[in-house]
Antibody, heavy 121, light 106 residues
Framework: QVTLKESGPVLVKPTETLTLTCTVS??????????VSWIRQPPGKALEWLAH???????SYSTSLKSRLTISKDTSKSQVVLTMTNMDPVDTATYYC?????????????WGQGTLVTVSS | DIQMTQSPSSLSASVGDRVTITCRAS??????LNWYQQKPGKAPKLLIY???SLQSGVPSRFSGSGSGTDFTLTISSLQPEDFATYYC????????FGPGTKVDIK
C-alpha cells in the first residue's frame, strides 16, 4: 500500500522559511517512473502545483514560485523535503505531497492527507 | 505558462443525471490531461489520466475524452458519493490545475 505523509510547522511568521517533509512508504524514490510532487490549496480555493522531483534528481518548479522553492530527496529515508522562503500570509494553505507517476502523462496518485500551514505574526 | 479553464464553475444536479464538465487549455496539450475529484476536507483523488484512461478502482460511470485544447469529464449517472469538486490538470509543460467545478445537489 502506497502512503505519503506530510510533516512540518503549522504556524510560520511572515518572512520566515517553511520546511515541509513528505515521508513515503510502499514505493521507492529510486523507481525511475515515480517521484513526489508538492501541491497546495489555500482555504476555499483551487489546487496549485508547486514542484516535483524524480528518481534521477530531475526537478521542476512552478514558474511563479521558482525563486522561493527548493525540493530535495533522501532516498535512504524515503523522504522529500520542500523549502519555501520568505513566507507571506497569502501562502496560508493546506500543503499536500503526492506520488508523481510518469506515464503517458505525469499524474498524482495517491496524495497525502495534507498539512495546514498558517502564516501569521 | 499554460492556463487551464473549466466550465461551468459550479452546477447543481440530481442523482441519476448525466453530468459533463469541460476543461480547456490555453494551448495544445495533446492528451497530457488528468482529472481529480476532491471532497470537502479530503485530499484529491485521481479519476482519469491521459485524457481518457480510467484509473484502477474508479467506477466506470466516469469517463474522459478530448485532445489538443478541449477536454470533457462525463459522469454517466450521478451517484450520491459523486457530489464533489472536480479539477483538471495538464502536465504538457510543468503542471497546472484548472480552477475546479463544484457539483452539488439540486
Amino acid at each position: 500500500q502506497v502512503t505519503l505523509k506530510e510533516s512540518g510547522p503549522v504556524l510560520v511568521k511572515p518572512t520566515e522559511t517553511l520546511t515541509l517533509t513528505c515521508t513515503v512508504s510502499g514505493f521507492s524514490l529510486s523507481n525511475a517512473r515515480m517521484g513526489v510532487s508538492w501541491i497546495r490549496q489555500p482555504p476555499g480555493k483551487a489546487l496549485e502545483w508547486l514542484a516535483h522531483i524524480f528518481s534521477n534528481d530531475e526537478k521542476s518548479y512552478s514558474t511563479s514560485l521558482k525563486s522561493r522553492l527548493t525540493i530535495s530527496k533522501d532516498t535512504s529515508k524515503s523522504q522529500v523535503v520542500l523549502t519555501m522562503t520568505n513566507m507571506d500570509p497569502v501562502d496560508t494553505a493546506t500543503y499536500y505531497c503526492a506520488r508523481a507517476f510518469r506515464g503517458p502523462t505525469i499524474w498524482f496518485d495517491p496524495w497525502g492527507q495534507g498539512t495546514l500551514v498558517t502564516v501569521s505574526s | 505558462d499554460i492556463q487551464m479553464t473549466q466550465s461551468p464553475s459550479s452546477l447543481s444536479a440530481s442523482v441519476g443525471d448525466r453530468v459533463t464538465i469541460t476543461c480547456r487549455a490555453s494551448q495544445s496539450i495533446s492528451s497530457y490531461l488528468n482529472w481529480y475529484q476532491q471532497k470537502p476536507g479530503k485530499a484529491p483523488k485521481l479519476l482519469i489520466y491521459a485524457a481518457s484512461s480510467l484509473q484502477s478502482g474508479v467506477p466506470s460511470r466516469f469517463s474522459g475524452s478530448g485532445s489538443g485544447t478541449d477536454f470533457t469529464l462525463t459522469i454517466s449517472s450521478l451517484q450520491p458519493e459523486d457530489f464533489a469538486t472536480y479539477y483538471c490538470q495538464q502536465s504538457y509543460s510543468t503542471n497546472t490545475f484548472g480552477p475546479g467545478t463544484k457539483v452539488d445537489i439540486k
